[in-house]
């Protein structure tokens, strides 16, 4: 089965930047369409930024131009690169397939957008 582990979450300050990791088990990911979501408290997870296998990348609107996803297949990891950081752009960071059924959710990673 597969297993997700985030990391890389952390303070940073309006406009600053911060690198989250994936590391997934399991060869299967190669060929998945693969995502980042965030839950901020009180709201709905939402889906903020997938790449496919092959490397095609679609971002929510609140974040494009701002974020970078990306993945390397032979390590199973992916990252997601967060530019101009905002205080709306805090949350618990997740990744996942887009695909129900869903992989068991990780622990996710915590960014926190504040001066």
């Known amino acids: 089965q597969v297993q997700v582990v985030e990391s890389g979450g952390g303070l940073a300050q309006p406009g600053g930047s911060l690198r989250l990791s994936c590391a997934a088990s399991g060869s299967i990911i190669r060929f998945a369409t693969m995502a980042w979501y965030r839950q901020a408290p009180g709201k709905q997870r939402e889906l903020v930024a997938r790449?496919?296998?092959?490397?095609?990348?679609a971002y929510a609107d609140s974040v494009k131009g701002r974020f970078t996803i990306a993945r390397d297949n032979a390590k199973n990891a992916l990252s997601l690169q967060m530019n101009g950081l905002k205080s709306k752009d805090t949350a618990v960071y997740y990744c996942?397939?887009?695909?129900?059924?869903?992989?068991?959710w990780g622990q996710g990673t915590q960014v926190t957008v504040s001066s």
């Open positions: 996942n397939r887009v695909v129900e059924p869903y992989w068991p």
């Open positions: 790449i496919t296998g092959s490397g095609n990348t």
